[in-house]
């Protein structure tokens, strides 16, 4: 198990960009989101886990900066990609369930993450 808190995370809005090089659109990663990438990886590597390989429960507490409206699906795509790049686990297609909670605000917005192997899952209630 992994359990990492984390600064919120940029939106899909603001994870990607698209321009249009050669005459082709090009969908990239925004400095934005390479940022955060970095970041998550060098706090993953401070902790230390094993890089997890089984089927996946991620939970997510989600603290916004302050009281505006938000989907919270938007910090999904960011926050999935991050971890997996970060290497908390090989690929964001390993997480089979996902649960996320809006909480209260606080200032600069944090997200509480844990990250369970199902198969552990199951054997802990077994």
Known sequence: MISI??????????????????GRAQTYISKEG????????????KVQPKKMLDRLQVTVLAYPPDRRARDLDNLLKSLLDSLAHG????????????????CIPVVNGVVHVTISSIADLATEAA
Do not use: F, M
């Open 5 to 22: 808190s984390l600064h919120w995370p940029p939106s899909v809005n603001h994870y990607w960009r698209t321009a249009v090089i050669a």
């Open 34 to 45: 390479k940022a955060y990438r970095e970041e998550v990886g060098w706090l993953l590597r």
């Open 87 to 102: 290497g908390a686990y090989e690929n964001d297609n390993q997480v089979d369930e996902i649960t996320i909670k809006r």
